[in-house]
């Protein structure tokens, strides 16, 4: 199928919720909150000022969006998708992860190369996490870990969500500049995808 959604602003980040059959979409100023099953528009997250990313916190029943020009996340209500507060982060809020196990939330802030680590039930900041390299996308594997791509350095990096520590660090190379990120958590394997042309595979 085939949904035409229009609006105003450029995308960024398509985000599924698959428990909620949920579609959460980055359009400069907003989110779009999409029906992934009829395409139907359910409603909009407003005041969001640079919209990068979006992450879902369902048990706490809250969201979470990069606001990258003021540099800070936007916590709003799943059900009327309402702001409840901005959370301070840093520059260039990009991409943003939900870690379950650790029931945190973790941006990546790419120019300020770092991640900032948030409380979703509190809605507070905790810490502001120096990665070591420029951050694009993340995932969570489901244990604990976090990982993400550093685009001017060549690497992924690990995160700890408990301690809010970075662990290991290991290069992409030959593949350069690694923006994209899936996982396979059955083979415990990551895939970057690369402004270079290539996809690093790596066994986590």
């Given amino acids: 199928h085939t949904y035409e959604l229009g609006g105003a602003g450029r995308?960024?980040?398509?985000?599924?919720?698959?428990?909620?059959?949920?579609?959460?979409?980055?359009?400069?100023?907003?989110?779009?909150?999409?029906?992934?099953?009829?395409?139907?528009?359910?409603?909009?997250?407003?005041?969001?000022?640079?919209?990068?990313?979006?992450?879902?916190?369902?048990?706490?029943g809250r969201g979470f969006a990069t606001s990258s020009d003021d540099k800070s996340v936007v916590m709003f209500d799943l059900k009327n998708f309402k702001v409840l507060s901005r959370i301070p982060a840093a520059e260039d809020a990009d991409a943003i992860v939900f870690d379950k196990p650790s029931n945190r939330i973790f941006s990546l802030n790419g120019d300020a190369h770092s991640s900032t680590v948030i409380d979703?039930?509190?809605?507070?900041?905790?810490?502001?996490?120096?990665?070591?390299?420029?951050?694009?996308?993340?995932?969570s594997v489901g244990d604990g870990k976090v990982y993400a791509n550093l685009t001017d350095t060549n690497e992924i990096v690990e995160i700890d969500a408990r301690t809010a520590t970075v662990g290991r660090r290991w290069s992409t190379a030959p593949c350069k500049q690694p923006v994209s990120m899936a996982i396979?958590?059955?083979?415990?394997?990551?895939?970057?995808?690369c402004r270079s042309g290539l996809m690093a595979v790596s066994d986590y």
Avoid at 184 to 193: K, M, P, Q, V
């Fill in 184 to 193: 396979d958590t059955i083979h415990h394997r990551l895939f970057s995808g």
């Fill in 120 to 139: 979703p039930a509190a809605g507070r900041q905790i810490t502001n996490l120096a990665l070591g390299g420029k951050p694009e996308y993340g995932v």
């Fill in 11 to 60: 995308w960024d980040y398509v985000v599924p919720d698959p428990l909620s059959h949920r579609l959460y979409i980055a359009r400069e100023t907003r989110i779009m909150v999409v029906d992934e099953d009829t395409g139907k528009l359910l409603g909009e997250v407003a005041e969001v000022h640079g919209a990068h990313g979006t992450a879902v916190a369902a048990n706490n």
